[in-house]
């Protein structure tokens, strides 16, 4: 019986093999968007584990320089004599002859506490060969990269993490050109009774517990989430698919069900047996989409890794692994959506009596009995997105208020474009047009979830080119605010630095010294800057909120300035004051913003700066001039200053562009992939659509329609839906940018951008929308047009 | 007796409280013997082929099929009855359209364990099928889609064959040549059968004719 059941059922599909194709396809999609950013994110968060696991990151307190970022090897001297159990590290980037760069990380593993050391040492002989064989330590990817390259014997480890290569600290000294240096301190959880103070002995280090060391998960967690929300709704585009096909198969097999069951079929057999149809498809749906987002994934992670080294200066390897996990959360994904796409038929055929009409209801009108409950049901997520706009709080309020706003306007979306129909058949004048509206308004019910996945997907797109856009606007505003000097220069010595602004004090316009150390400040990690303040601070900065003459006070060293990072997250603001120093503290005279940079920053008067820390001399400088390119020959030529320590500013702000597309490159991929999953359910929809409609045709070919005007009249309720869908989709998509704005950015990285409008995207999108809709509709209109007239006139033969 | 059926009744909700479509009905069939069940619309012979048939339940009364009371039965024992005792002929023909013409009629007979395909091959001849076995139903003409739906309940060698209008949906000169073949094919195999029509010309090739009125027999 068994068999005889699933071969029946299985036959539905061998009979329709677009709508097997169309559930199949859309589960695989959904499957493939949502496991290829999981794959992203995993291989993200394999790559910061390892990384942390290579300095025992959040196992071991750290000892940090407080300004710049190298220390002389002294201190650590210094440290072990007085008793303190440190292991020093040198970390730093060598570029490779292809312009990439890999990590260099000198230890000393005769201190390291733990174990820490590459696991593969045997491979050079154990630790006398790795402190005089000058080996490499890589993974594959990383070994193949630096081999021939980097002088020393390269040793594949499994272990190392992506981009890294582990060494000992003397090779790694000498590699980096930085002997006598190191970069930071591992401190031994076991340390002896009595140790004099830190700043005693090493002043200019600062100890950063082992929670606040590795920062790397925690900075990208807001950036992994954001993708996470966008594979959600990738897959959940993909599930209305998937929801449509299945629906419809559903109910065009009612009278199969009808038919099995009269034949004595029991009914819990046969819903077990669509259970088990369904569990079959999604397994095939879940490996076919299983490999699409490996191959997704292939495709995004190197951009993601450049974004993620960029942006946060973590190392990703470039290249996906196929995990065991991945697989089984692919699978199981593939099930859930399958799942939750057939709740609701599998409930409908489990109450179904055996004697109800067998005739496949009209699609339509059993949608359409529901759609003022979904109207309702819309209503309230609408309502429930404006309080969580207006009183929600939290990065999880945020997610809530996007999911409410965008599930609340999908399920509203019929209903409107109902209303509008109905509108349109009012006012129609002829016969043919007000048949075409009211025909158009029969259809509504079973296109309606393909023009859901089309309002979600352009409101994605409007939604995140807004704030892509938004965000690169003011961020190349703010470049220009910050970078206002025309050169940049780095000396060697505090000597040296002080040399050159005596040599620049006639030369320059003016001299701003960048001189900064990292403190606390209100219990959070902030880079305390000294500033001299003049014309070109006067003239750049801009403020999100200021007192009275602020940069009049920071100069005399009356007040304090800070970003919008810091005062959001110690919910300070103009006016309150803060501690800069153990004894100073100064009221805020101006808030502003400091896009990407994930800590605070406080800025104060150089004197006040060098009050606090007076054996802090500034060795970097920004230039203003009128002749930049002269005063760069005067510096090389007559100061002698090499070429490297010099970096126009143009240089600096490509670079920073180049950095923040490419990290809105995978947001762009996913806005494309995501419109032609939308596009693909259109065609889906029409397509499976098209055999049914010829009942609702004929009779309008029988009264004189041709057949080729029913086809061009079918593809003119695709684009007029569409069209509909679209302008409704543009309100949408600005309050999706307005959420992603001004609660998600502020909730995830500490900052508020502005929201700028672009009318002419929207309309290069809108006609994306319109193309993808009219290709959708293309082929099923010119099928419909080629009908044969004897399957039109089998309609009235009663054949059918 | 293959079939008691005993004061039975059965009503539906209507808009002014519940309906009685069967008001108390009696009645016997033996095992071999044919019937037409005839009434005007609405008085209830297609309720008491579903009854009959374990398609719907009754509110009173019992049937005893083959000396067992399957008004008791549950859902599952319903649905064993339709596998293995009852075949049922639909007006709509209810065939399977995903399934071709051999595959429809061996469907109920796989059902209720295997099918034969030397009787599949011997009934699609009588019933003129035989070129057709590879189509779909689509394909056919209505009174070959009926063939079909006959073939495919005598397939599963029934006790008791029901038949809800047949042929009403066939012009007259198929409808009394898919009628001759049916009772043929049913006298083969010893099944009784009970058909609901309205047309006199079926009811009057029975072997015996109810009328049914106002949920009574007469």
């Known amino acids: 019986m068994t068999g005889a059941g699933f071969s029946a059922l299985w036959s539905h599909w061998r009979r329709n093999p677009l709508q097997l194709f169309t559930l199949v396809a859309g589960l695989a999609l959904a499957t493939a968007l949502w496991s290829g950013v999981q794959a992203i994110n995993a291989e993200a968060r394999a790559s910061y584990d390892a990384a942390a696991q290579t300095l025992g990151e959040g196992r071991f307190d750290h000892l940090l320089p407080r300004a710049g970022e190298t220390v002389g090897q002294d201190r650590y001297v210094a440290l072990r004599r007085s008793g303190w159990q440190v292991s020093p590290v040198l970390e730093g980037r060598v570029f ?65 993490a992506p981009g890294v290569v582990i060494t000992d600290i003397g090779t790694a000294q000498a590699l980096l050109g930085q002997s006598g240096r190191i970069s930071r301190m591992i401190v031994a959880e076991l340390q002896p009774i009595g140790l004099p103070p830190l700043d005693r002995i090493a002043p200019d280090l600062i100890r950063r517990p082992a929670q606040e060391v590795s920062d790397v998960g925690r900075l990208t967690d807001s950036f992994h989430l954001n993708l996470t929300a966008f594979g959600f709704l990738s897959f959940a585009v993909g599930i209305f698919i998937v929801h449509g096909a299945i629906g419809l198969a559903f109910e065009q097999r009612r009278g199969m069900v009808r038919t099995l069951r009269a034949l004595g079929m029991p009914l819990g057999r046969l819903v077990w047996l669509m259970v088990a149809e369904l569990f079959v498809l999604a397994l095939l749906a879940g490996a076919l989409g299983v490999v699409l987002g490996y191959l997704i994934a292939g495709f995004l992670l190197p951009d993601v890794a450049a974004t993620l080294r960029g942006l946060y200066g973590a190392d990703v390897a470039g290249s996906v692994r196929l995990r065991p996990s991945w697989w089984a959360s692919g699978f199981a994904i593939a099930l859930i959506g399958t799942g939750v796409a057939a709740a609701g038929a599998l409930w409908q055929i489990a109450r179904m009596p055996l004697l109800a009409s067998a005739r496949p209801r009209a699609w339509v009108m059993a949608r359409g009995q529901g759609a003022w409950r979904l109207g309702a049901l819309a209503g309230l997520l609408l309502l429930a997105a404006l309080g969580f706009a207006l009183w929600g709080s939290g990065l999880a309020a945020g997610f809530a208020l996007l999911a409410c706003l965008l599930t609340g306007a999908a399920l509203a979306l019929p209903l409107i474009l109902r209303a509008v129909l109905r509108l349109a058949e009012g006012r129609a004048r002829s016969a043919v047009w007000q048949w075409f509206w009211a025909d158009t308004r029969q259809q509504l019910p079973s296109l309606t979830l393909a023009l859901m996945a089309l309002l979600l997907a352009i409101a994605a797109n409007v939604g995140v080119s807004t704030m892509v856009s938004s965000f690169r606007l003011t961020f190349v505003g703010f470049l220009d605010q910050r ?113 990407g940079n994930p800590i605070g920053q406080a800025v104060v008067a150089e004197a006040v700066f060098a009050r606090l820390f007076p054996d802090q001399a500034a060795t970097r400088f920004g230039l203003r001039s009128d002749d930049p390119a002269a005063l760069r020959r005067a510096l090389i030529d007559d100061f002698g200053l090499p070429e490297g320590n010099i970096v126009d500013q143009a240089q600096i702000k490509a670079f920073s562009l ?107 999108l809108a006609l994306f929308a319109l193309l993808a809709a009219v290709l959708a509709a293309l082929w099923p209109a010119i099928r419909l047009a080629r009908t044969p007239p004897g399957d039109l006139l089998k309609v009235f033969a009663n054949e059918r | 007796m293959l079939l008691e059926v005993e004061n039975l009744t059965k009503s539906y909700p209507g808009a002014d409280g519940p309906v009685a479509v069967l008001r108390g009905v009696d009645l016997r069939l033996a095992a071999g013997e044919t019937v037409a069940l005839t009434g005007e619309s609405g008085s209830g012979k297609s309720t008491l082929l579903h009854l009959v048939g374990g398609l719907d339940t009754a509110d009173g009364g019992t049937i005893r099929f083959d000396g067992r009371d399957i008004t008791a039965l549950d859902d599952t024992g319903r649905a064993a009855l339709r596998r293995r005792d009852v075949g049922v002929i639909f007006q709509q023909f209810n065939l399977i359209p995903s399934l071709d013409v051999a595959a429809n009629i061996a469907f109920q007979a796989r059902l209720s364990g295997g099918a034969d395909m030397d009787r599949l091959q011997t009934l699609a001849k009588a019933l003129g099928l035989d070129d057709h076995l590879r189509k779909y139903p689509e394909s056919l003409s209505g009174g070959q889609q009926q063939r079909v739906a006959i ?15 047949p042929t009403g949906n066939l012009d007259e000169a198929t409808a009394a040549d898919v009628l001759a073949q049916m009772l043929e094919l049913v006298s083969e195999t010893g099944a009784a059968l009970m058909v609901v029509t309205h047309s006199a010309a079926v009811a009057g090739q029975m072997g015996r004719q109810l009328h049914l009125s106002r949920g009574r027999l007469a």
Request: zero cysteines.
């Open chain 1, 96 to 160: 490779l002859p292809d312009n990439s760069s890999v990590r260099v990380l000198g230890i000393d593993p005769l201190t390291t506490p733990g174990g820490l050391s590459p696991v593969r040492m045997e491979a050079v002989g154990g630790l006398a060969g790795f402190l005089t064989e000058a080996s490499l330590f890589a993974d594959a990817e990383t070994a193949a990269r630096v081999d021939g390259h980097l002088e020393g014997q390269v040793v594949v480890d499994p272990s190392a």
């Open chain 1, 483 to 595: 970078l206002a000097p025309e050169l940049f220069i780095t000396a060697d010595t505090p000597e040296q630095a002080a040399a050159l602004e005596g040599f620049l004090a006639s030369r320059a316009r003016e001299v701003l010294p960048v001189n900064s150390v990292e403190t606390q400040v209100a219990g959070l990690p902030t880079e305390l800057f000294g500033a001299r303040v003049g014309l070109t601070y006067r003239e750049n900065w801009q403020f999100l909120a200021q007192g009275p003459d602020p940069w009049d006070r920071v100069g005399a060293g009356q007040a304090v300035i800070i970003n919008e990072q810091l005062a959001r997250r110690a919910a300070l603001w103009v006016g309150d004051r803060i501690a800069v120093g153990p004894d100073l503290s100064l009221p805020i005279a101006g808030i502003v913003a400091d896009y």
């Open chain 1, 658 to 764: 180049e950095v923040f597309d490419r990290t809105f490159t995978v947001t762009a991929a996913l806005n494309v992939l995501t419109l032609a999953v939308a596009g693909f359910a259109i065609l889906m929809s029409l397509l499976t659509l098209a055999a049914l409609r010829v009942p609702q045709l004929a009779p309008a070919w029988a009264l004189g329609l041709t057949r080729a005007a029913l086809g061009r009249l079918e593809l003119r309720r695709a684009v007029s839906l569409a069209v509909l869908t679209t302008v409704l989709a543009l309100p949408l998509g600005l309050a999706l940018a307005w959420v992603l704005l001004a609660v998600v950015n502020v909730e995830a990285f500490g900052w508020e951008l502005p929201m700028y409008l672009f009318p002419l995207d929207y309309a290069r």
């Open chain 2, 151 to 165: 073939a495919r309940t005598l397939m599963a060698r029934p006790k008791l064959v029901l038949a809800d209008e």
